[in-house]
């Protein structure tokens, strides 16, 4: 079965600090790996996405995160984050294609101090 | 082009009664999805549709929990009757088909529709 841990429940950064969020996998097969971003009463918008090429990613928002197979991890990172990140995050992992099912992670709150 | 679309975007009820909840997805999107968000935790699958058959429903609790889409598009989750622990935001997600590959399997979310059971 599929799964995915994001060891960190809160994170607080200031502005302007990295950031970086943990995310690990467990998937049988090559995995298609996204990280989604939840405003406040909002729905999930996709960050970026990794399925294959180069393990080094990057989304919108200024937003990178880097695939290691060896370690089973996904993590975000960002190299200064401003006050309007702040938000959840979430990883998720399924098999890609048509009829994709995604499992998500239980997400990080991440909170910018100014 | 237009996301997916939900509707009604908050509703408060009291136990027992009953909800209903509908989604729009993106026009030419096989697969539509129906998540389940409670407060603190990530979004649990309950029903994946592929055009109008149902592919997964395995998380999803039928003896209170019903969702249909009958003509492979838009699609209505309803809730009957509704327990305290249904409180939640309800998701609706919808992706392309296509085999793997370039067809990432992303899922295009709506902004989610607010259930507290009082």
């Known amino acids: 079965a599929q799964s995915v841990t994001q060891p960190d429940i809160h994170i607080t950064v200031s502005e302007g600090a990295s950031l970086e969020l943990r995310c690990n996998y467990s998937?049988?097969?090559?995995?298609?790996l996204f990280w989604y971003v939840q405003s406040p009463g909002q729905g999930l918008q996709l960050l970026l996405k990794?399925?294959?090429?180069?393990?080094l990613v990057q989304g919108i928002k200024g937003f990178e995160a880097e695939f290691k197979r060896s370690q089973s991890s996904f993590n975000l990172r960002k190299p200064s984050v401003h006050w309007s990140d702040a938000a959840e995050y979430f990883c998720a992992v399924g098999r890609g294609g048509g009829g994709n099912k995604l499992t998500f992670g239980t997400g990080t709150q991440l909170k910018v101090e100014l | 082009e237009a996301g997916v679309a939900q509707s009604p975007r908050y509703k408060i009820i009291e136990k027992r009664q009953s909800v209903a909840f509908w989604c729009n997805p993106i026009?030419?999107?096989?697969?539509l999805y129906w998540y389940q968000q409670i407060l603190g935790q990530g979004p649990k699958l309950l029903i994946q549709f592929q055009n109008n058959g149902v592919v997964d429903d395995s998380q999803l609790p039928k003896d209170r929990f019903s969702a249909e889409r009958l003509k492979g598009v838009d699609s209505t989750l309803k809730i009957q009757p509704a327990k305290l622990e249904d409180s939640a935001v309800y998701l609706c997600?919808?992706?392309?088909?296509?085999?793997?590959?370039?067809?990432?399997?992303?899922?295009?979310f709506g902004e989610g529709s607010r259930l507290t059971v009082l």
């Open positions: 026009s030419g999107h096989a697969t």
């Open positions: 997600a919808s992706s392309l088909a296509g085999l793997a590959g370039a067809n990432t399997g992303e899922l295009f």
């Open positions: 998937y049988g097969a090559t995995p298609y």
């Open positions: 990794y399925f294959s090429g180069d393990t």
